[in-house]
């Protein structure tokens, strides 16, 4: 079965220190990897997304990702933090295969809680 | 960028009503919409695919008669929570892809804003 994992519920990072959120991936095939922010009390908005290509991939608001196919990781990045990145992030993953009805369903992980310290 | 708004953001109302949640793409046409729903400190769990023009494809152990979801248009999917319970009571969240758009047929899913239902 598909699944995606992020092992820490909460990570604590000082202003201006670089972050990592971790995720790793089972799959089926090639994956397609997505990061995604949750403010309070809010939906959830894109950052990045991993379908081919190079690796480490751009997002928004300065956040990067790298994917490694041989670890089945997509961990989150950022070189500097801010106390505004304090949030919910949520690591997704493709289902591969097509629903009944043609699409495709995205299986999220349970989500790690950023906190950015002034 | 595709948005996608949902209404009302928060809702609360006695048990035994029914609540209506709507889900609109507001710039682009959405043939599937996914509705979530979120219990506090915990992930996403989908509930249903809403598919334009047929009917919904639910979620094992969500039930069907108690989360009546319509997508009459390309544009619009309505989740009503039927007699609701306290046990309702939750963040409840759609999406939608967007295949036209910047990302193309690799579109990530866009998200609203999320509806807190409040059952008392």
């Known amino acids: 079965a598909q699944s995606v994992a992020q092992p820490e519920d909460q990570v604590n990072v000082a202003e201006g220190n670089p972050l990592t959120v971790k995720c790793t991936y089972s799959?089926?095939?090639?994956?397609?990897l997505f990061w995604y922010v949750q403010y309070p009390n809010r939906g959830l908005q894109f950052l990045l997304k991993?379908?081919?290509?190079?690796?480490l991939v751009k997002g928004s608001y300065g956040f990067e990702a790298e994917f490694n196919k041989s670890q089945t990781s997509f961990h989150l990045k950022k070189p500097s933090a801010l106390v505004s990145d304090s949030a919910l992030y949520f690591c997704?993953?493709?289902?591969?295969?097509?629903?009944?009805?043609?699409?495709?369903?995205?299986?999220f992980g349970t989500g790690t809680r950023l906190k950015v310290l002034a | 960028g595709a948005v996608v708004s949902q209404h009302p953001s928060r809702v609360i109302c006695k048990s035994g009503t029914s609540v209506k949640i709507e889900c609109r793409s507001l710039?682009?046409?959405?043939?599937?919409m996914f509705w979530y729903r979120q219990f506090p400190k915990q992930s996403l769990m989908l509930m249903a695919t809403?598919?334009?023009?047929?009917?919904?494809?639910?979620e094992q152990g969500v039930e069907k008669d108690k989360f009546l979801i319509n997508h009459a248009s390309l544009t619009l999917s309505t989740l009503t929570v039927t007699s609701a319970h306290p046990e309702d009571s939750s963040f409840y969240i759609c999406?939608?892809?967007?295949?036209?758009?910047?990302?193309?047929?690799?579109?990530?899913?866009?998200f609203g804003n999320g509806t807190r239902l409040t059952v008392t």
């Open positions: 991993y379908i081919t290509g190079d690796n």
């Open positions: 997704a993953v493709r289902d591969p295969t097509r629903t009944t009805s043609g699409t495709y369903k995205y299986i």
């Open positions: 809403s598919n334009e023009g047929s009917k919904a494809t639910y």
């Open positions: 710039d682009f046409q959405a043939t599937t």
């Open positions: 799959v089926s095939g090639n994956p397609y």
């Open positions: 999406s939608a892809r967007d295949f036209v758009g910047t990302h193309g047929f690799n579109s990530p899913l866009h």
